[in-house]
Nanobody, 125 residues
């Protein structure tokens, strides 16, 4: 099975930047999509961004489009989330996820079958 380990979270001020990393190990050749989700206290887990592992196509939630960038390094089996112009409403636990089977879609958390432990991002105003 695929193992995912996130890093890079922290406490920043509004307007600052952070880069999250997610290192994958195991049968990474089986990954179709890698995604980032986030969950704020009292809210449901929501989609942030996804990347199609083989070809690099990227997808974003409207709330982060233009501010966040998802990318991958195939050689390192690592996916990144560059977060710029952070806002207090970006505060959440950020989770990396992997979808290792073929099906249509990348938006729903239920489509992903492997998850990291999460990393806290806190943006102060």
């Amino acid at each position: 099975q695929v193992q995912l380990v996130e890093s890079g979270g922290g406490l920043v001020q509004a307007g600052d930047s952070l880069r999250l990393s997610c290192a994958a190990s195991g049968p990474t050749f089986s990954m179709y999509y890698m995604g980032w989700f986030r969950q704020a206290p009292g809210k449901e887990r929501e989609f942030v961004a996804a990347i199609r592992w083989s070809e690099g196509s990227t997808y974003y939630a409207d709330s982060v489009k233009g501010r966040f960038t998802i990318s991958r390094d195939n050689a390192k089996n690592t996916v990144y989330l560059q977060m710029n112009s952070l806002k207090p409403e970006d505060t959440a636990i950020y989770y990396c996820a992997s979808k290792t089977y073929f099906s249509v879609g990348y938006y729903s958390a239920s489509l992903y079958n492997y998850w990291g432990q999460g990393t806290q991002v806190t943006v102060s105003s």
